[in-house]
């Protein structure tokens, strides 16, 4: 949200003596991490207060929404976009409070473009489908501990850390990938995935460990990059960022490899390590295999604005 709209859209008057009040993100994330963070950690396994403040940082659009002087919930709310709608005890309507706030969307929306609704829990999901909402996509965390694995590459393929001189390639292999399995809806450009791997460097640039835990894996034969695997570190834990193999090498045991790889480097300094899958990826198979566990399913929405 830029400054100017701050300024307009301040104090935001929904009747019925409810009103948004927008938030610095310091104070709007302290009521962000209990009623939301804390409330769904079934959903996300952890949310740390300072990983809320950069999330509320970066969308600067956190608004406390109040009936009266009283605070009874919050949101992030902008032009086409909404995510986190919470509800503060003892208030507890909170199908009556998104009613407004997804008549109020269309009032501010561009008409051309669709409003998403973002990581909606399940609980919700019936009353947002009430309203015309439509499911975009879904998934959930996983996570398993960490802890010292055996592990051997299979026969023909080589393992090697990630170069930045390999980072077109490892673009290639994770697009290529991607557009292959039907369960990502969602595959954006080489120069995104290039971008992608450019932010993992600096991701790891003071983090041997991740960078370590990191790998691609090389075709013997024709010595190209068959499969990948990138960590970065949010909330404290280990997270893998990409992890993909090349159709035409699945199969084979390369990504057992590199799972394994990663949680047995990832010992070192973390007890557990965490990554995100979107449902009926068939990656979710190798993960279970491997201890992973799944948590609860988040959606996210649209709601086209007719």
């Known amino acids: 949200m830029s400054m100017e ?3 307009i859209a301040k104090d935001i008057d929904l009747g019925d003596n409810i009103k948004l009040v ?6 709007f994330s302290k009521y962000h991490s209990v009623y939301h963070c804390k409330k769904y950690g079934d959903y996300y396994f952890s949310s740390l207060e300072s990983a809320g403040v950069e999330v509320a940082k970066y969308l600067d659009a956190g608004y406390f929404i109040l009936k009266g002087d009283k605070i009874i919930g919050g949101v992030f709310i902008k032009p086409n976009f909404m995510a986190d709608l919470f509800v503060v005890p003892p208030f507890n309507d909170f199908d009556y409070i998104a009613d407004k ?5 269309k009032t501010i929306s561009n008409k051309s473009e669709k409003i998403i609704l973002r990581e909606i829990v399940e609980e919700h999901v019936p009353f ?3 309203k015309g909402c439509i499911i975009d996509g879904n998934g959930f965390w996983m996570i398993r501990p960490t802890e010292r694995m055996n592990n051997i ?3 023909g393929y080589e393992a090697k850390p990630i170069l930045k001189e390999d980072k077109n390639e490892i673009a290639e292999v994770i697009m290529t990938s991607y557009k292959a399995n039907p369960a990502i809806k969602s595959v954006r450009s080489k ?3 290039i971008k992608h791997v450019e932010n993992f460097f600096g991701y790891t640039k003071d983090n041997n460990v991740l960078y370590e835990s990191s790998r691609v894996v090389i075709n013997k034969g024709t010595n190209e990059i068959v499969g990948v695997c990138l960590h970065m570190e949010f909330e404290d834990f280990p997270l893998i960022m990409s992890f993909t193999v090349r159709p035409d090498h699945q199969g084979k045991g390369i990504g057992s490899y590199l799972l394994r790889h990663s949680i047995s480097c990832t010992s070192e300094v973390y007890n557990a390590t965490r990554l995100y899958v979107d449902n009926h ?4 198979k190798i993960y279970e295999h491997l201890g992973f566990i799944r948590n609860r399913t988040l959606n996210d929405m649209y709601l086209l604005n007719e």
């Not at 990826?281 to 979710?284: G, M, R, S, V």
């Open 5 to 7: 709209m701050k300024k």
């Open 22 to 27: 927008y938030q610095e993100p310091e104070v």
């Open 281 to 284: 990826n068939d990656a979710i």
């Open 191 to 193: 120069e995104d995935y």
């Open 101 to 105: 706030l997804l008549s109020y969307l």
């Open 128 to 130: 947002y489908q009430s």
């Open 153 to 155: 590459i299979p026969d």
